[in-house]
């Protein structure tokens, strides 16, 4: 159980386009969902918050124009890299916490690669 | 702020037991969670901490100090498929949200 998976795994997009990530809880209900980025050899950073039914929480330093965050129900979060270029070219990996589980377990789903050309 | 340390790179070989260091600084300190990456993957969650002491799983250890603001994964009876690399991760209480270490990248040789 706790499966969270991610589509698409990999992405190709040209400069100014607009990509969207989803991010589904496959086997439980999830009422935050977490948006991270990694860059090669690097460690991951967390983007934002995605809780349920309410705007997600971003990081310092994260645009909230740049990437939107939609967390319609609880097994589906998206993440649109808005304008896309290829600075934002990384791995972008979401987790999902599970309901009601303790603090301590987040479950990573097996991330998506984009290339920004 | 928070920051949290630990060794870029370890090598050791098969069957032998490596030890990785975390140490960090941060408020609301809730627990201690390492997490497992295989190069192109996912993490994968290893263990977690909130109390002080050694939790045991299988050939995996860790352990925490509260006082010390210090833990550290114990890695047994090395195989190959143990290369990866190791994050340890704060948990602070408020939103429950993980800070990642900059990790651990374990080359284990025959």
């Known amino acids: 159980g706790a499966v969270v998976s991610q589509h698409p795994s990999w992405v190709i997009c040209k400069s100014g386009t607009s990509v969207k990530i989803e991010c589904r809880s496959l086997d439980f209900q999830a009422t935050t969902m977490f948006w991270y980025r990694q860059f090669p050899k690097q460690s991951l950073m967390l983007m934002a918050t995605s809780n349920e039914g309410s705007k997600a929480t971003y990081e310092q330093g994260v645009e909230k124009d740049k990437f939107l965050i939609n967390h319609a129900s609880l097994t589906l979060s998206t993440l649109t890299v808005t304008s896309a270029h290829p600075e934002d070219s990384s791995f972008?990996?979401?987790?999902?916490?599970?309901?009601?589980?303790a603090a301590d377990t987040q479950y990573f789903g097996p991330g998506t690669r984009l290339t920004v050309l | 702020g928070q920051s949290l340390e630990q060794p870029s790179e370890v090598t050791a070989v098969e069957g032998a037991i490596v030890q990785i260091n975390?140490?960090?600084?941060?408020?609301?300190?809730?627990?201690l969670s390492w997490y497992q990456q295989h190069d192109g993957g996912a993490p994968t969650f290893l263990s977690y901490n909130a109390l002080d002491g050694l939790e045991e799983t299988g050939r995996f250890s860790s352990f925490l100090s509260r006082?010390?603001?210090?833990?550290?994964?114990?890695?047994?009876?090395?195989?190959?498929?143990?290369?990866?690399?190791?994050?340890?991760a704060v948990i602070k209480a408020a939103g429950n949200k993980l800070t990642f270490g900059g990790g651990t990248r374990v080359l284990v040789k025959p």
Do not use: H, R
């Not at chain 1, 972008?92 to 589980?101: D, E, G, Q, R, T």
């Not at chain 2, 975390?22 to 627990?31: I, K, L, P, V």
């Not at chain 2, 006082?67 to 340890?88: N, P, V």
């Open chain 1, 92 to 101: 972008y990996i979401c987790s999902a916490k599970m309901v009601p589980k």
């Open chain 2, 67 to 88: 006082s010390d603001s210090y833990g550290y994964l114990l890695l047994q009876e090395l195989q190959m498929k143990d290369s990866a690399s190791y994050f340890c």
């Open chain 2, 22 to 31: 975390c140490t960090y600084q941060t408020s609301g300190f809730y627990g």
